[in-house]
């Protein structure tokens, strides 16, 4: 069965189409949207071109779904009220889960007759233990929905299955720290496959440095803000849109923001070393919740091909990992060992195969 699966950012989405177990793709086609940030319109226009280009013979359709809430917990077969509970997480993920919800509708009004599928990123990390998942806040928080969620769980998961097919050990065994760096940022510890920490949190403004957003901040500061005359839309806007290395420098290009530090830049210059201190920082306190640590994982846009970045990263967890070794190429996946310590993965993002595969769990 030809699966299409749909990724939907803020700006772009992702087409691709895969006939699962295999996991080549027959189509692979990324999408910009022709208006503002979730112009319906603009969305509908997208999907349609996305699903013309599948051409004939696709079968179902899986989406990547940021955040699935309390109830969502394993991929689900997408209905109307599915569909609204999905828009209905848009507070909590309000640059994606609308998004999400637009392509949705627009996609199951164009191939009405194909199953659909949400798989969820949030839906990794339902086996947190209470530790990682609970706040330090008063029980009237909690009993109000306030907790940690985490996010990126299908780049994780991927991560997880191929780190067992490059070192040739069962996934059941391996204790793992996933770093995943891209526009959005996060690092999982993973024992046996099951997700036991994540920086991420409630939503995905927690943790590292990213993109365009801040991670962990005082909470102080937004209240100053917030108690100096500016809206919490705003404030909530800038966070998401405004910080991080947009923020510090400008772009929140890491290929633009190392060329700019190669002559000398030096807003360039600070915002790597803040990407790279909170990167460090977000992947030690992760292997803390280990009892030892096999592998650790770089994938996401920067992960997988900013090299010197990754290298500072490194160079500063000298208590987890030393003396890098010549990489190893394996179908693109690099895996780079050390003298002491874990070994160091570079692994492609696939979330596409892990909601392919969530489909044809779903579908039958």
Do not use: Q
């Amino acid at each position: 069965m030809r699966v299409l699966v749909l990724n939907p950012g803020s700006a772009t989405l992702k087409a691709t189409v895969l006939e699962p177990p295999g996991r080549d793709r027959l189509f692979d086609r990324t999408l910009t949207w022709h208006g503002a940030p979730g112009d319906r319109g603009a969305i509908k226009e997208a999907v349609d071109a996305a699903v013309t280009a599948a051409g004939p013979g696709v079968g179902a359709v899986g989406y990547r779904v940021v955040h699935g809430g309390e109830r969502f917990t394993t991929a689900t077969l997408v209905d109307d009220a599915v569909v609204d509970a999905i828009d209905a997480l848009g507070d909590l993920s309000p640059l994606h889960n609308p998004v999400a919800a637009a392509t949705i509708r627009a996609a199951r009004e164009r191939l009405p007759d194909a199953p659909h599928v949400a798989a969820f990123d949030t839906a990794f990390h339902a086996t947190l233990p209470e530790a990682a998942r609970r706040y330090p806040v008063p029980d009237d928080w909690i009993a109000a929905g306030v907790r940690r969620y985490g996010f990126h769980g299908l780049s994780v998961a991927w991560s997880t299955h191929r780190a067992g097919e490059l070192l040739d050990r069962s996934v059941g065994d391996l204790r793992l720290v996933v770093a995943h760096l891209g526009g959005g940022c996060s690092v999982t510890a993973v024992d046996g496959g099951r997700s036991v920490d994540t920086s991420m949190g409630m939503t995905p403004l927690e943790g590292l440095m990213m993109g365009t957003r801040a991670g962990s901040i005082d909470p102080g500061v937004v209240l100053r803000m917030i108690r100096s005359g500016r809206s919490a839309e705003s404030v909530e806007a800038d966070m998401d849109r405004r910080s991080g290395l947009a923020g510090v420098a400008g772009t929140s290009e890491m290929e633009d923001l190392l060329a700019r530090e190669a002559v000398g830049d030096e807003r360039a210059t600070l915002a790597i070393a803040l990407f790279v201190r909170r990167a460090a920082a977000g992947i030690a306190a992760a292997a803390t919740t280990l009892p030892s640590i096999d592998a650790l994982i770089f994938t996401g846009g920067i992960g997988e091909h900013a090299e010197p970045v990754r290298e500072r990263i490194v160079e500063r967890l000298h208590l987890v990992a030393r003396g890098m070794g010549d990489p190893v190429a394996s179908d693109g996946d690099r895996v780079v060992r050390y003298d002491r310590g874990p070994a160091v993965l570079v692994i492609a993002a696939r979330e596409d195969l892990v909601i392919a595969d969530a489909v044809r769990s779903v579908v039958g």
